[in-house]
């Protein structure tokens, strides 16, 4: 019985022991996704836009969540903006809400958003889904964003902002 208690004792330290050293392996930089700036102010220019028949440009506002507990590994955003539009039969005012996602973890990102695109004035008025699809290059701290992609209201777009 004594025997079996001793075999029993030294299974179990010898368990921890080893749980306990295979942990302390780890580093933490591997497990933690570096931070972004949370805030920054972006200009986007459509160049050329749809062959030159829809010319976007705006100005708009993102707010980033990281680190939340629904979907830890993506960082979420929201960003709000306002722009003018120049088409072929004339120009409209437009506003939008979107709600997006970034992967990656080092300098370069897939982002995806959607919305919600207000038209304001011109022959296109009443509300669109706002969407887009693109790249990012920021790296994490850095206070300088790039950004290309396609979406609407935006059409074929380039983005150059600052982060706080």
Same mark, same amino acid.
């Given at each position: ?10 299974l ?54 990281q ?5 830890p590994k993506?960082? =979420?955003?929201?960003?709000?903006? /306002?722009?003018?539009? +120049?088409?072929?039969?004339? &120009?409209?005012?437009? %506003? ?31 509300v ?5 699809i693109?790249?990012?290059?920021? =790296?994490?701290?850095?206070?300088? /964003?790039?950004?290309? +992609?396609?979406?609407?209201? &935006?059409?074929?777009? %380039? ?6």
């Open positions: 019985m004594r025997r079996n208690l001793k075999i029993r004792l030294s179990i330290l010898c368990s921890l022991l080893w749980i306990i050293t295979s942990y302390g392996q780890a580093t933490p930089g591997d497990s933690i996704k570096p931070k972004m700036l949370n805030n920054s102010i972006n200009l986007s220019i459509g160049p050329g836009g749809i062959v030159a028949l829809y010319v976007p440009a705006g100005i708009f506002y993102e707010r980033m969540f680190g939340e507990r629904f979907l993506l960082t =979420k955003f929201v960003d709000v903006g /306002v722009g003018a539009v +120049g088409y072929w039969e004339g &120009e409209s005012a437009f %506003v939008f809400s979107r709600y997006g996602i970034l992967t990656g973890h080092k300098k370069y990102h897939l982002e995806a958003t959607l919305g919600a695109v207000g038209y304001l004035n011109g022959d296109i008025v009443g669109l889904p706002a969407v887009s693109g790249m990012r290059r920021q =790296k994490p701290n850095s206070h300088y /964003v790039f950004r290309t +992609g396609v979406g609407i209201p &935006e059409a074929i777009y %380039v983005s150059w902002g600052v982060s706080f």
